[in-house]
């Protein structure tokens, strides 16, 4: 995209200011605009202005003031000046001191549009016009520069550009020491003698004849100085400072062949070398500042125990160390780089520039999966577009695992404490409750208690309902060995289906099967119907009528895979890593021992029991492991 034209408009009328400015602004210029003289003198000196549209009777400021410093901070801008009828001298003045035109109040903007034009017009011949006149050896001197890391290259470029620039008769280049801060000779060239090219000196500036004090400001400095030398009477000299960054890293001397004042014309021609000198030295300088950070960095980079990364915005490695290539089964991050799939941080940050401590799990080389923490940050343009994204990454898994073996450590201690609690008094209860049962049965018989049949059947429900719990406490007591035997679960679910089928069509609900081959596995019938049903019956209960609960089984690596899954809301997050404790229930009636119980079976059989939850429902996965595997 081209560059825009860049238009300061300074009006003392706010209302006229803000028609100007959204008028420009349609036509796609930039337009800055201030209704204080002082305020446009302040941005003057601090942004670019191609164009300026100046009121002559701004209240706070001269107009000319505003018109002269604007020239003087940039001859290239074109001055547009606005002007009352009464004001025919000062319009006068203000094209004598370099307005472009002028244009008489009240306008519109159709009369102020074709002058903004030819102004800008004239403001890019003028520029093509310096352009042309860049001379080869400055075009040379740009060049060798650019492309040269060498001091001394650069130092020799400059004299030759600047005696064949400004004819100077000797020039001298002045270095400051970084360690004593003194100016000291790095080059002195001269066109009259050969043999005194390249000359260099360690003594500092003072003792060849400069005042340091000439160095103080950006401006160049002009004085009539003896030089010290038999072949050279005074001579009319000028002093460039070389500044890079705000401050002086050095000085150009120039003494002309005839003792007249400095061309002014050669003044800028001198400033503009002394920049480019100055660029290029402290380029010098910041290559070696670099390449010893760079050096440490890599370093860092190389040698670090945690992995860094630098993914690009849509998620491919584009930088990895080392140890995140070992991390991932790796042997080098080429192959890292080349043959793995990043991940779109986009999607994880959330919004976010900045997240740290983002716990996740990752597929390794060989496929298996490992926890990681990520530090994310994501860097963007200044549009806010984001380029890539850059961070660290730590293996936590082993942290994981002691997490999850704390937690299976704490609710198995929970188990047996309900155990204990569960075989001390549940016999006890259920010996009364089975009496009272069978009188109720009794009851419900007689003649005269017919009228009472509701009422016997609903105290029979809740005491079958209170022997359904004992029964789940005295499943938790169990500590008798299991009797395992090898079998298939695909052979349990058959003989279950048609009870889970009944139940579900009961509460207007559907059960599927799906079935696929898996190893056989060392199983207590007794104990994996229980789990089936339970898992069954929870996940029913969780959706709501019509939905759809599947059972099915499959292979994993030599295990099999029993999974139930239901189209139930999900589980909150914040329950899932308390799954299985006793009494942890979000049913109105439930008791929270149903999954407590099926926990405890899976842990009887080193089964492993995984959750998949979300909006769209929940699936429990219990894993098994393949009977020919029970050694590993």
Not at 91 to 104: M, P, Q, T, V
Not at 383 to 391: A, C, N, T
């Given at each position: 995209?081209?560059?825009?034209?860049?238009?300061?408009?300074?009006?003392?009328?706010?209302?006229?200011?803000?028609?100007l400015?959204?008028?420009?602004?349609?036509?796609?210029?930039?337009?800055f605009?201030?209704?204080?003289?002082?305020?446009?003198?302040?941005?003057?000196?601090?942004?670019?202005?191609?164009?300026?549209?100046?009121?002559?009777?701004?209240?706070?400021?001269?107009?000319?003031?505003?018109?002269?410093?604007?020239?003087?901070?940039?001859?290239?801008i074109?001055?547009?000046?606005?002007?009352?009828?009464?004001?025919?001298?000062?319009?006068?003045?203000?094209?004598?001191?370099?307005?472009?035109?002028?244009?008489?109040?009240?306008?519109?903007?159709?009369?102020?549009?074709?002058?903004?034009?030819?102004?800008?017009?004239?403001?890019?011949?003028?520029?093509e016009?310096?352009?042309?006149?860049?001379?080869?050896?400055?075009?040379?001197?740009?060049?060798?520069?650019?492309?040269?890391?060498?001091?001394?290259?650069?130092?020799?470029?400059?004299?030759?550009?600047?005696?064949?620039?400004?004819?100077?008769?000797?020039?001298?280049?002045?270095?400051?020491?970084e360690?004593?801060?003194?100016?000291?000779?790095?080059?002195v060239?001269?066109?009259?003698?050969?043999?005194?090219?390249?000359?260099?000196?360690?003594?500092?500036?003072?003792?060849?004849?400069?005042?340091?004090?000439?160095?103080?400001?950006?401006?160049?400095?002009?004085?009539?100085?003896?030089m010290?030398?038999?072949?050279?009477?005074?001579?009319?000299?000028i002093?460039?400072?070389?500044?890079?960054?705000?401050?002086?890293?050095?000085m150009?001397?120039?003494?002309?062949?005839?003792?007249?004042?400095?061309?002014?014309?050669?003044?800028k021609?001198?400033?503009?070398?002394?920049g480019?000198?100055?660029?290029?030295?402290?380029?010098?300088?910041?290559?070696?500042?670099?390449?010893?950070?760079?050096?440490?960095?890599?370093?860092?980079?190389?040698?670090?125990?945690?992995?860094?990364?630098?993914?690009?915005?849509?998620?491919?490695?584009?930088?990895?160390?080392?140890?995140?290539?070992?991390m991932?089964?790796?042997?080098?991050?080429?192959?890292?780089?080349?043959?793995?799939?990043?991940?779109?941080?986009?999607?994880?940050?959330?919004?976010?520039p900045?997240?740290?401590?983002?716990?996740?799990?990752?597929?390794?080389?060989?496929?298996?999966?490992?926890?990681?923490?990520?530090?994310?940050?994501?860097?963007?343009?200044?549009?806010?577009?984001?380029?890539?994204?850059?961070?660290?990454?730590?293996d936590?898994?082993?942290?994981?695992?002691?997490?999850?073996?704390?937690?299976?450590?704490?609710?198995?201690?929970?188990?047996?404490?309900?155990?204990?609690?569960?075989?001390?008094?549940?016999?006890?209860?259920?010996?009364?409750?089975?009496?009272?049962?069978?009188?109720?049965q009794?009851?419900?018989?007689?003649?005269?208690c017919?009228?009472?049949?509701?009422?016997?059947?609903?105290?029979?429900?809740?005491?079958?309902?209170?022997?359904?719990?004992?029964?789940?406490?005295?499943?938790?007591?169990k500590?008798?060995?299991?009797?395992?035997?090898?079998?298939?679960?695909?052979?349990?679910?058959?003989?279950?289906?048609?009870?889970?089928?009944?139940?579900?069509?009961?509460?207007?609900?559907?059960?599927?099967?799906?079935l696929?081959?898996?190893?056989?596995v060392?199983?207590?019938?007794?104990?994996?119907?229980q789990?089936?049903?339970?898992?069954?019956?929870?996940?029913?209960?969780?959706?709501?009528?019509?939905?759809?609960?599947?059972?099915?089984?499959?292979?994993?690596?030599?295990?099999?895979?029993?999974?139930?899954?239901?189209?139930?809301?999900?589980?909150?997050?914040?329950?899932?890593?308390?799954?299985?404790?006793p009494?942890?229930?979000?049913?109105?009636?439930?008791?929270?021992?149903?999954?407590?119980?099926?926990?405890?079976?899976?842990?009887?059989?080193?089964?492993?029991?995984?959750?998949?939850?979300?909006?769209?429902?929940?699936?429990?996965?219990?894993?098994?492991?393949?009977?020919?595997?029970?050694?590993?």
């Amino acid at each position: 995209m081209a560059d825009r034209t860049r238009v300061l408009v300074v009006d003392g009328e706010e209302e006229r200011l803000r028609a100007l400015w959204e008028s420009m602004d349609e036509q796609g210029y930039v337009v800055f605009g201030f209704n204080s003289g002082a305020e446009a003198l302040e941005a003057l000196e601090k942004q670019r202005c191609d164009v300026l549209l100046l009121d002559l009777g701004i209240p706070d400021v001269d107009g000319l003031k505003i018109l002269n410093r604007a020239l003087e901070v940039d001859s290239s801008i074109h001055c547009i000046v606005m002007t009352d009828h009464g004001s025919i001298e000062a319009a006068i003045k203000a094209l004598r001191a370099g307005a472009f035109d002028i244009i008489r109040k009240p306008f519109d903007i159709g009369t102020l549009l074709p002058v903004l034009s030819r102004a800008v017009e004239m403001k890019r011949l003028h520029s093509e016009k310096l352009q042309l006149q860049e001379s080869k050896a400055l075009d040379d001197l740009l060049l060798a520069v650019n492309f040269s890391f060498d001091k001394n290259t650069i130092l020799n470029k400059a004299a030759d550009a600047i005696i064949d620039q400004c004819g100077a008769d000797v020039v001298t280049i002045l270095l400051r020491d970084e360690d004593s801060g003194e100016f000291r000779t790095a080059l002195v060239r001269s066109s009259r003698f050969s043999d005194r090219t390249g000359k260099t000196s360690s003594h500092p500036i003072n003792d060849a004849g400069f005042k340091q004090e000439s160095t103080a400001g950006e401006g160049p400095v002009e004085a009539l100085i003896k030089m010290g030398d038999p072949y050279l009477d005074e001579r009319s000299s000028i002093a460039v400072p070389l500044m890079a960054g705000g401050r002086s890293v050095g000085m150009i001397n120039v003494t002309l062949k005839v003792g007249s004042p400095f061309p002014l014309g050669k003044v800028k021609v001198l400033k503009i070398l002394a920049g480019m000198v100055a660029v290029a030295l402290e380029n010098v300088t910041l290559c070696g500042k670099i390449q010893k950070s760079e050096q440490k960095y890599r370093c860092v980079f190389e040698n670090a125990t945690e992995g860094i990364f630098l993914i690009t915005a849509d998620g491919r490695y584009k930088l990895v160390n080392p140890a995140l290539a070992r991390m991932l089964g790796y042997n080098e991050p080429e192959e890292l780089i080349s043959t793995a799939a990043g991940v779109d941080y986009q999607e994880l940050l959330a919004g976010q520039p900045v997240r740290t401590g983002i716990e996740r799990q990752i597929s390794r080389r060989d496929g298996t999966t490992i926890w990681v923490s990520e530090n994310v940050r994501a860097v963007c343009d200044d549009r806010g577009k984001i380029l890539y994204f850059e961070g660290t990454m730590r293996d936590i898994t082993r942290r994981k695992e002691a997490e999850h073996y704390e937690q299976e450590l704490a609710r198995l201690d929970r188990l047996h404490i309900v155990g204990k609690l569960a075989a001390s008094i549940g016999h006890e209860i259920r010996n009364p409750l089975t009496s009272v049962r069978g009188f109720l049965q009794m009851l419900k018989t007689k003649e005269d208690c017919r009228a009472y049949h509701e009422y016997y059947d609903l105290m029979i429900e809740e005491l079958d309902r209170a022997n359904i719990i004992i029964s789940n406490y005295l499943n938790m007591a169990k500590n008798k060995p299991l009797e395992l035997v090898l079998g298939n679960l695909n052979d349990i679910i058959e003989s279950l289906y048609p009870m889970i089928q009944a139940d579900a069509r009961y509460k207007d609900k559907q059960v599927k099967i799906e079935l696929n081959e898996i190893p056989m596995v060392y199983i207590d019938e007794k104990e994996i119907r229980q789990l089936i049903l339970n898992m069954s019956r929870n996940g029913l209960e969780a959706m709501p009528p019509g939905g759809v609960l599947v059972i099915g089984t499959r292979a994993e690596d030599g295990d099999a895979v029993l999974f139930v899954k239901d189209e139930g809301p999900g589980i909150d997050q914040e329950l899932l890593d308390r799954l299985g404790t006793p009494f942890l229930t979000t049913k109105e009636d439930g008791t929270g021992l149903g999954l407590a119980v099926c926990y405890g079976i899976a842990s009887r059989h080193n089964a492993h029991i995984k959750v998949d939850t979300g909006p769209q429902g929940t699936t429990f996965w219990v894993r098994f492991r393949g009977g020919d595997r029970v050694n590993e």
